[in-house]
């Protein structure tokens, strides 16, 4: 999906699942190789996006932990920006969260 930001910039993100009775509108951005770069992207994206969207929406990365593990700066860089981060070795425990 694609977004315009508060800045004029637009922002593509992977998925966006709609709201439910249950949950808000999800976005999510998977990145596969995460790094500080990919991170500071995503959080810049879900920044200059946020407004735009309804104020109950959530921003998921999900992190490819398969071939290398995933830097705790940069879970840490995503959690401060309220960018939830999603190990895809843990995905099942994020499944309801995602999926109801």
Aim: hydrophobic share 40%; aromatic share 10%.
């Amino acid at each position: 999906m694609k977004f315009t930001g508060k800045s004029g910039y637009d922002h593509l993100f992977d998925f966006v699942i709609p709201k439910s009775k249950k949950r808000p509108e999800r976005i999510l951005q998977a990145i596969n190789r995460p790094s500080r770069d990919e991170a500071g992207a995503t959080a810049f994206a879900w920044i200059d996006t946020r407004e735009v969207r309804a104020s109950d929406s959530r921003a998921y990365a999900l992190l490819n932990d398969s071939e290398r593990l995933v830097s705790s700066s940069v879970m840490d860089a995503l959690n401060s920006y309220e960018v939830y981060p999603i190990l895809w070795s843990k995905r099942q425990e994020a499944v309801e969260e995602l999926v109801v």
